[in-house]
């Protein structure tokens, strides 16, 4: 602790935004470098969102400066930008736990602190919710102001957009564009850098708010002579620029400057502040600045991992859906694949680079992404919606209305299924099963296996309706593979048991049976070994389909006992409408059910949020114990 006190002196300062409004500007910029070296360090360890942050300093320094939190509504698009924030209201000390279990956040997060007013994990919520908040403050004759920080990667989402249009003119709402990618808005040549620089001096808001000033005290012509000059500005501006979508939309519009110069930053924010009025404010600011690893190749320092985090063998199944559905695509040129901004956390660079006509990145824009597959598969191709979990949660009624009540062969490679520790709740994905298996001709994989995954791809492939494949953020674990696959290599996508390798001769030597689908059956085999000990013998399902819940069901009589005994459907999912309920209730109407004690395992009523350091599994009650203790309890 003394050596990091040495090395981060400034830093160690600052516990509250009061203690930064009281540095000296000159130590802005020394301060602003420890707090660069100071997140490479801790994200490093920790791992999580390096490159976003390290670009977001000065603009969190500025915003802090100039705006009074938690009086004044700071909302962070996604979040994963909101490290320096973090450091700033109180939370340095704490660091150290960032994304552990009982720890920060990393995302903003209402119960952590009083300076996350609002939570976030997703893109492109945040200025819907900024504007909740300064429709609030007027309604309730506040005068705080809320300030709303996106990337140019949310500005892709629909919502923002939405919510533009619903924007009023005279709210105390400050809007900052943080673009680190790609141009929103035309800037071309010389004299436009000159005039952007012009704008974002002090001379220039010095001039203009004296100018505003003595000219609005004019008895009789003062006023109309303002607001002449203004309209002559905005002319002499669309002849420059053209039209300005924010200023159309009757926002005020400031930018682009560079937004990882404080002072230029505080000069904007503060002018937007003055003016009272829904603001734009455009910055551009260098993604994974002050750390060149992430300077050269800032979509590789996007997301880190922790320290000492030994990868599984192999490919990822991402990466191998990515591979699978490449070679698939060479052999049939119907097959196309479509992204929301996700293309390598999605596993489909390789896709990508080998049909980059078949291939479609639709930004951050979930809803459109179905509904363009849906057009896609009606018009006879064969789409591939590769998405994380938590991703598809948006596109709901899209899968629904334009996909399956049209019995379109839409197939969804539904990304990190189950619970996501590092991420925490907004990024567990366990509620797509419940969800999916509402919903008619729906079918659902579950691989563990890369052999599974291509089998279910192949066979999602060949059918006429809409397919969803889940897998868990990882790699195939051996010790899986060996348990329920040995040497066999199966063809097709069914129900592996782990009897043979277990050495039970037959369905009637077991005492109890766990029927699971995903990473979970980890914490199975655990308690089999567990229970094993204690001299209980126990079978395991391990299921590579689950819906049609009839089919698989069938599939499972003859690995049950016709004796009395539990079985216990265990899943990282929740409880209602998911596995367990829907595969028990297709079980029940057979006979061999008639004399069996059934327990369903779930993330029941839990967004499994770990309020202490502990393995998640153990937070959901889903542990190799908690599986044991409830098998013991349905005996008695």
């Known amino acids: 602790m003394d050596d990091k006190k040495e ?84 939370r340095r000390e704490r660091f150290s736990t960032l994304r552990q279990g009982g720890g920060i956040s990393g995302f903003p997060k209402r119960s952590e602190s009083e300076h996350d007013c609002f939570g976030t994990g997703h893109s492109s919520t945040s200025l819907s919710a900024a504007l909740g908040f300064a429709e609030a403050d007027r309604i309730n004759g506040s005068d705080a102001y809320t300030v709303c920080v996106l990337g140019d990667g949310a500005y892709t989402g629909g919502m923002i957009h939405e919510a533009l249009n619903n924007c009023r003119r005279r709210l105390r709402l400050i809007i900052i564009i943080n673009e680190n990618e790609m141009s929103i808005s035309k800037n071309i040549g010389r004299f436009a850098k000159t005039l952007s620089r012009l704008r974002s001096s002090k001379g220039y808001f010095r001039t203009k708010n004296a100018t505003t000033s003595i000219l609005g005290h004019i008895p009789l012509i003062g006023k109309p002579t303002v607001k002449l000059l203004r309209r002559f500005k905005m002319g002499v501006k669309s002849a420059l620029y053209g039209s300005n979508y924010f200023e159309n939309l009757g926002l005020y519009y400031l930018g682009p400057v560079d937004g990882n110069d404080e002072a230029a930053v505080e000069r904007l924010l503060k002018e937007a502040k003055e003016s009272r009025l829904s603001c734009v404010i455009h910055l551009k600011t260098q993604k994974g600045k002050g750390y060149a690893p992430a300077e050269e190749t800032p979509d590789r320092f996007h997301g880190v991992s922790p320290k000492g985090c030994q990868p599984g063998e192999g490919t990822s199944f991402s990466d191998e859906m990515g591979e699978i559905l490449t070679a698939m695509a060479a052999e049939d040129e119907k097959i196309c694949a479509i992204t929301a901004a996700m293309t390598g956390g999605t596993g489909l660079t390789a896709f990508r680079n080998a049909h980059p006509l078949r291939f479609f990145d639709v930004g951050i824009a979930e809803e459109h992404a179905v509904t363009f597959a849906a057009g896609l598969a009606a018009n006879g191709c064969r789409p591939v919606v590769a998405v994380y979990s938590t991703f598809l949660q948006r596109s709901y009624d899209n899968i629904i209305h334009d996909v399956a009540l049209q019995e379109l062969p839409v197939i969804f490679c539904v990304d990190r299924a189950g619970l996501n520790p590092a991420d925490g709740a907004t990024h567990h994905g366990i509620f797509d099963v419940a969800f999916l298996s509402q919903i008619p001709t729906m079918r659902i994989y579950t691989p563990l296996t890369r052999l599974a995954l291509k089998n279910a791809m192949e066979d999602a492939a060949k059918a006429s309706v809409p397919c969803a494949i889940r897998y868990p953020n990882g790699y195939e674990d051996p010790a899986v593979v060996q348990a329920f696959y040995g040497d066999k290599t199966p063809s097709r996508v069914g129900v592996r048991s782990n009897f043979t390798h277990a050495n039970i001769a037959s369905a009637e030597q077991i005492d109890s049976l766990i029927i699971t689908d995903g990473r979970i059956v980890k914490e199975a085999m655990r308690a089999c070994e567990i229970l094993r000990e204690k001299g209980h013998t126990v079978g395991i399902l391990l299921l590579e389909q689950i819906k049609p819940y009839g089919a698989i069901a069938e599939q499972i ?80």
Do not use: W
């Open 557 to 636: 009589l003859p690995f049950l006992p016709q004796k009395a005994c539990p079985i216990v459907f265990l899943e990282e999912e929740i409880k209602a409408g998911g596995m367990g309920m829907m595969l028990s209730e297709a079980l029940s109407a057979h006979e061999i059910m008639k004399n069996k004690t059934t327990v369903i395992m779930a993330t029941d009523d839990n967004f499994g949020v770990r309020m202490k350091n502990e393995p998640i599994y153990r937070t959901v009650g889903l542990d190799a114990e908690s599986i044991v203790e409830r098998i013991f309890h349905a005996q008695k």
């Open 7 to 90: 090395r981060y002196p400034r830093l160690n300062q600052i516990n509250s935004p009061e203690d930064l409004k009281a540095l000296p500007a000159e130590e802005l910029a020394p301060l602003a470098q420890e707090i660069r070296e100071f997140l490479v360090e801790r994200v490093l360890e920790n791992g999580g969102h390096l490159a976003s942050n390290l670009g977001a300093v000065e603009l969190s320094l500025a915003i802090h400066r100039v705006f009074s939190s938690p009086r004044d509504h700071i909302i962070f698009d996604v979040g994963h930008q909101a490290y320096v924030h973090k450091l700033i209201t109180g």
